[in-house]
């Protein structure tokens, strides 16, 4: 069931603008707060409509989008980022490791909230600051696994004799190393994903994140907030889609770990 919501929330993201019955900016305020089908609504708008009368179907869809590429995104350079750092502690040893692992110690005690707000007051807020903003969140987690899992296995004989045999360090880290501790880094994305989809929609509930006139479920939140007593829809059904999507990552990843993890077998 996990696996079947997160198709529907990826196949949504990589269809949307096929899939989109109106314009997510267009302004119809004669439909102003439509309610969707079940509160009395209509098919014209059958998730509603916003304060504005803009289709709630087609933003929510678009938020999706917006959601699950700003989440892969995030994630996808976190991961990269981290892991290079700890195959490099693993391989420099000495002051460059010491480095990294204080620099990893700093990430780790350093409240990300306040380093986001520092981060867009100073530089300001575009969508590929955001997206390299949230990759932070994280990233040490992938440097300790990938420097732990490294060094098990340059003390294992593959990598040993590969290493022998005049292989070049990145040769040996890229093609033997990286393949034998994928397994763990995947599992390890699957927990950070939920983790950035979530910090995202607080960010952009306050207004941090994604700038209109794009939108993104935490962005839809937040302008469903003053409208909580009126217009419920408008909050409720992109935090039901955010509690859906991060359960279905989250349970994947258990999913994963178990298959992965030859001890629980």
């Known amino acids: 069931m996990a696996l079947a919501y997160l198709a529907v929330f990826v196949a949504t993201a990589a269809v949307a603008q096929f899939i ?3 314009d997510p900016a267009a302004i119809d305020l004669k439909a102003r707060l439509s309610p969707p089908i079940g509160w009395g609504g209509s098919l014209a708008h059958p998730f509603g409509t916003d304060e504005l009368g803009r289709d709630m179907l087609s933003r929510l869809v678009q ?15 976190g991961a990269m980022v981290g892991t290079s750092l700890g195959f490099i502690a693993a391989h420099l040893r000495g002051w460059i490791e010491q480095a990294i692992l204080a620099l990893i110690d700093f990430q780790a005690t350093m409240p990300f909230l ?15 600051v955001f997206v390299c903003l949230l990759a932070l969140h994280g ?74 006139p794009s939108t993104s479920l935490g962005a839809l939140v937040g302008y469903g907030r003053d409208y909580l ?24 990843g258990d999913w994963l770990r178990d298959r992965f993890d030859g001890t629980l077998r």
């Open 229 to 252: 007593a009126r217009a419920p829809w408008i909050l409720l059904m992109p935090s039901l889609v955010i509690s859906l999507m991060a359960l279905s990552v989250c349970l994947i």
């Open 114 to 128: 306040i380093l986001a707000l520092a981060v867009l007051a100073f530089v300001g807020n575009s969508l590929a």
């Open 20 to 22: 989109i019955p109106y």
């Open 63 to 77: 938020s999706i989008q917006m959601s699950v590429s700003i989440g892969l995104g995030a994630t996808g350079l």
């Open 139 to 212: 990233w040490e987690r992938y440097a300790r696994i990938a420097r732990s899992l490294a060094i098990s296995a340059n003390a294992q004989g593959y990598a040993s004799a590969v290493r022998q045999l005049g292989a070049h360090p990145l040769h040996v880290y890229w093609r033997h190393i990286l393949p034998n501790v994928a397994a763990t880094l995947i599992v390890s994305m699957t927990i950070s994903f939920p983790e950035i989809i979530l910090v995202e929609s607080g960010l952009s509930f306050l207004g941090l994140g994604v700038q209109p």
